[in-house]
């Protein structure tokens, strides 16, 4: 069975990146584990609320197939967590698929993991300057897939953005 690990921002998350991504990956039979910085309940940006399983920290990445980053107001917060970084470069380094949707592609650009990289980010300035100074190059598509790395620009994506992951999986 294809084990997932679902990262979230601390408060402030895309409700709609975050149900939309799950409830696909769960449909076609990936093991979910929901994780974040914080082990209290989260509230999204539009209210829901959700508990991680799993605080980031104690979480071993060998146990994992793929790392999925949800956006949304809140996720700049994950730039303050040395251990998402940390966990981000493991990802990388086991050569497993790593996605991100709405703002969290600043997040790989601060593990320095998009150099060289084609992808996209929710279009605000300072997410933009984020994936220039790491070394990505940007695009408009609403989802982007370069090699293991897998980037969508919002909400409106998650559908397209989890059958990319899907397809990683041949699923």
Known sequence: MTRLLLLVPPRNFNDTEYSVTRERLEQAGIQVTLTSVVEEEITGMGGMK????????LTNP???DALVII??????KLLDYPEVTNIIKKFENQGKPIAAICLAPIILAKAGILKGVICTVFPTNFALKWLKDGGATYSELNVVEDDNIITADGPGAA???AGKILKKFNL
Do not use: A, D
Not at 71 to 76: A, L
């Open 50 to 57: 959700i508990t991680p399983e799993k605080e980031l920290r």
């Open 71 to 76: 956006g949304g107001s809140g996720t700049p």
């Open 62 to 64: 060998n146990n994992y």
């Open 159 to 161: 559908k397209e953005f």
